[in-house]
């Protein structure tokens, strides 16, 4: 079992920046690949951005050239970098991770090659505009 906590949020205004992180409990096979994704009141979840053990990115394109996603194997984090934030963007942000897969599956929006497995909590990320 991998726990995940996430820290970073906040509230910012409109063009402001924030960098969210995620410190897993431990980095075996089970989170060759990390995510973030992030749900707003009364909207479905969604995907963010990934990162697998190759280095492989995959981002949003609501979130392109804005966001950058970024990991440190030897503290076992995962960071977010958000850039130039929006009203759009409110949202609590949900880091997880999973094990890589020969095959590619979908999890809300983002498809690679990977599965997830755990979640974290969640930190709440509000932009005022």
């Known amino acids: 079992q991998v726990q995940l906590v996430e820290s970073g949020g906040g509230s910012v205004q409109s063009g402001g920046s924030l960098r969210l992180t995620c410190v897993a409990s431990?980095?075996?096979?089970?989170?060759?690949?990390m995510y973030w994704f992030r749900q707003a009141p009364g909207k479905e979840r969604e995907g963010v951005a990934s990162?697998?053990?190759?280095?492989?990115?995959i981002y949003a394109n609501s979130v392109k050239g804005r966001f950058t996603i970024a990991q440190d194997n030897a503290l076992n984090t995962l960071y977010l970098q958000m850039n130039n934030l929006e009203p759009e963007d409110t949202a609590t942000y949900y880091c997880?991770?999973?094990?890589?897969?020969?095959?590619?599956?979908?999890?809300?929006?983002?498809?690679?090659?990977?599965?997830?497995?755990?979640w974290g909590q969640g930190t709440q990320v509000t932009v005022s505009s």
């Open positions: 990162i697998d053990s190759d280095g492989n990115i």
């Open positions: 431990a980095r075996t096979y089970e989170t060759r690949c």
């Open positions: 997880a991770a999973g094990p890589s897969r020969p095959y590619s599956s979908t999890y809300f929006g983002l498809t690679l090659r990977c599965a997830v497995y755990y």
